[in-house]
């Protein structure tokens, strides 16, 4: 089975000069100037442009501290989501949108099958997760990074933080009363930067009751009666 890892795709051609070459350590940063490049003028036209560009100068950075450089290895062991969200300090879902964005649409970015060196084509169909990260769609396939076994179903973990967690399983159970995967988001994350969340001892009860007083009943807006 290989071993996904994230890579800044070209690194050694854009990123390294005859100077970087011979540091050991990498104290600064070879970044072109090219303002009027695609993948540029692509990502600034996004309405979340400065941060899925600032987010890619901060992979920059951490890829220059990484060996080999450019590949997010540390001490031979890859770094997920969580372990770039650490370094980075960006939050989990703004790291997901940066790896995302980047993987897919710019191209900067590559998965690699670490022990080989390819690129793993199927990007789109195994994405890199742990159980600090947040999987792209509900349901999803993701990879376990301790073990590097394939999970599936409704047990794996969506959001972790503090002493809570919610599994995919019960954000379908969420879904399917009624609120969408944008409106679960968000409330999860109003929960996790709630000062008192200590207090609370189920995740998915508190997210279906926050729901509930933020966005209304949709079980008991399906049951009106018709006029």
């Not at 050991?24 to 560009?53: I, S």
Request: hydrophobic fraction near 35%; charged fraction near 30%.
């Amino acid at each position: 089975m290989p071993t996904p890892c994230y890579r800044i795709k070209n690194w050694n051609e854009i990123y390294e000069n005859n100077r970087t070459r011979e540091l050991k350590n990498m104290l600064w940063l070879a970044l072109p100037v090219k303002l009027n490049g695609y993948g540029f003028t692509l990502t600034m036209e996004e309405k979340e442009g400065l941060l899925l560009f600032g987010g890619f100068i901060v992979l920059l950075e951490i890829g220059a501290q990484c060996t080999p450089r450019g590949t997010f290895v540390k001490e031979n062991i890859p770094l997920q989501p969580a372990g770039l969200v650490r370094l980075s300090r960006m939050k989990v879902r703004d790291c997901e949108k940066v790896l995302e964005y980047h993987l897919k649409i710019t191209k900067w970015l590559e998965l690699i099958d670490l022990e080989t060196g390819d690129v793993i084509q199927d990007e789109g169909a195994v994405r890199v997760r742990d159980t600090c990260g947040i999987p792209a769609a509900l349901g999803r396939k993701v990879v376990h990074n301790k073990h590097n076994i394939t999970l599936q179903g409704d047990d794996v973990i969506y959001k972790k933080f503090s002493h809570l967690e919610i599994s995919i399983g019960e954000c379908k159970k969420l879904n399917e009363i009624g609120f969408s995967k944008k409106q679960i988001d968000e409330i999860l994350e109003d929960i996790e930067n709630y000062k008192k969340n200590k207090n609370y001892t189920s995740l998915y009860l508190t997210a279906r009751n926050w729901l509930k007083r933020k966005h209304g009943d949709p079980e008991e807006e399906n049951n009106l009666p018709a006029l």
